[in-house]
């Protein structure tokens, strides 16, 4: 498997292919019992998640120690490859499902890998100030159009941080601008590449650079119901 990563920029030491390994292990079995994702063939989850989560950071200058956010985190994509890789990025994940979030414990536990899990609404832990622009990285994969996804994601992150938000083929930015610049960010690149298949990917990089006006994140159901 290694000649895939070597191919795509990825270095990882033999502590981080155990790792990896051992997560692809454990995530297939418990998906047997609880449903966290489709992708259980072992090329197909060495590309489609572990070197689809990694490569962003592979783009993007994150500092060593950086406090790191996954919003709607699901089975840990890309947050779990991200802290494997990146050991040094202190990671909280986030999810609304309680049966996703005791997988990630569970999963954290076995791997020996410390991240903090929340079983949380990303719209309400977005308001405390607790969690609220505290974080130098936020990142989300496949959770909703980049409109929505900002508004999600953007309130936890401090001025200065960036958000990656990593999303398919399409690039999403165009119908994203007004929902960035409201909630306080820039969008400082697109950077479109492909995974060793040739599917096509778009990272989107948006830096944070005001803060975010208190009315955001509004309730689930207005950002549903009247996108930014």
Avoid: W
Wanted: proline residues 7%.
């Amino acid at each position: 498997m290694n000649e895939k990563y070597a191919e795509c920029g990825i270095i990882l030491d033999g502590k981080q292919q155990i790792q990896l390994d051992k997560l692809a292990a454990y995530m297939v079995e418990y998906n047997k019992n609880v449903n966290l994702t489709r992708i259980i063939e072992p090329d197909e989850i060495t590309e489609k998640h572990y070197i689809d989560s990694i490569l962003p950071l592979t783009m993007v200058d994150v500092p060593r120690g950086t406090s790191a956010i996954d919003v709607g985190a699901g089975a840990g994509f890309p947050s779990l490859p991200m802290k494997i890789y990146r050991p040094d990025l202190e990671f909280t994940l986030i999810d609304s499902s309680n049966k996703r979030v005791t997988y990630l414990t569970s999963a954290c536990e076995m791997l020996g890998i410390q991240c903090r899990t929340l079983h949380v609404r990303g719209e309400e832990l977005g308001r405390d100030p607790a969690y609220r622009e505290k974080f130098g990285l936020a990142t989300a994969r496949a959770v909703a159009q980049l409109n929505v996804l900002c508004e999600y994601c953007l309130p936890f992150v401090k001025v200065g941080g960036v958000f990656l938000a990593l999303k398919g083929e399409k690039d999403e930015t165009s119908g994203a601008e007004n929902a960035v610049k409201k909630l306080g960010g820039e969008i400082e690149d697109i950077k479109r590449y492909e995974l060793p298949s040739g599917d096509k990917r778009t990272l989107a990089v948006i830096r944070k650079v005001s803060p975010t006006p208190p009315a955001y994140p509004r309730p689930s159901a207005k950002i549903a119901k009247k996108p930014l």
